[in-house]
C-alpha cells in the first residue's frame, strides 16, 4: 500500500514539475524539401534572417519550434536552381495541441515556464515542402506573357502594377 501511495504522489510530482507538450512533445520538428528537378540550392533563414541551413534538395533537417520565451519561429525557404527565378517559401509554426494538455498534466509550471521557454508549445506547420522548377513556355521573342489573379500576386509586387485604361 505504500508502495502505491509512493508512485502516486511521485507521478504527481513529476507531472507538476514538468510541461505536457516538452514531455508528449518536442521542440525541433523535422522538414523534407524536395524539388523537381533535385539539386536545388536550400538556404533556410529565421526571423531575424540568420542563416540556420544551408544544403541542396533533397534535403532533411531538423528546425525549432521557439524562438524566444513565448516567440514562435518563423522562416524563410529560399530554392535557387540555375536557369530559373529563385523561389521563396515561407515557413510558419503554429500551437502544439499538446500545449493545452497542460490544463491536465503539467499544470501552471509546463503552461507557463516549461513549454514556452523550450518552444514545445509551438510546431511547424509543414513538414514536407515540394517545389516544381519547370521552365516557362516561350511567346514571341522568348518572353512569355502569364495572366494571374490579383489575389495571388504577393503585396510586395502590387506596388508596382499599373493600370490600363
Known amino acids: 500500500m505504500k508502495i502505491l501511495f509512493k508512485s502516486i504522489v511521485l507521478v504527481a510530482l513529476l507531472s507538476a514539475l514538468s510541461g505536457c507538450a516538452s514531455i508528449v512533445s518536442k521542440s525541433n520538428w523535422p522538414l523534407n524539401i524536395v524539388t523537381n528537378p533535385k539539386g536545388a540550392k536550400v538556404e533556410i533563414s529565421d526571423r531575424y534572417g540568420f542563416v540556420v541551413y544551408n544544403g541542396v534538395t533533397p534535403a532533411s533537417l531538423s528546425l525549432k519550434s521557439g524562438s524566444d520565451y513565448f516567440m514562435k519561429e518563423s522562416y524563410s525557404i529560399k530554392l535557387s536552381l540555375d536557369g530559373f527565378a529563385d523561389r521563396v517559401i515561407p515557413l510558419e509554426c503554429r500551437i502544439n495541441g499538446w500545449y493545452f494538455g497542460n490544463l491536465f498534466i503539467g499544470g501552471l509550471i509546463g503552461m507557463l515556464i516549461v513549454d514556452p521557454l523550450t518552444g514545445a508549445m509551438f510546431k511547424l506547420d509543414k513538414d514536407y515542402i515540394y517545389e516544381s522548377f519547370e521552365k516557362p513556355e516561350a511567346g514571341i521573342n522568348g518572353n512569355s506573357v502569364k495572366i494571374l489573379n490579383i489575389n495571388d500576386i504577393p ?9 490600363l485604361k
Open 155 to 163: 503585396e510586395k509586387m502590387k506596388e508596382h502594377l499599373v493600370a
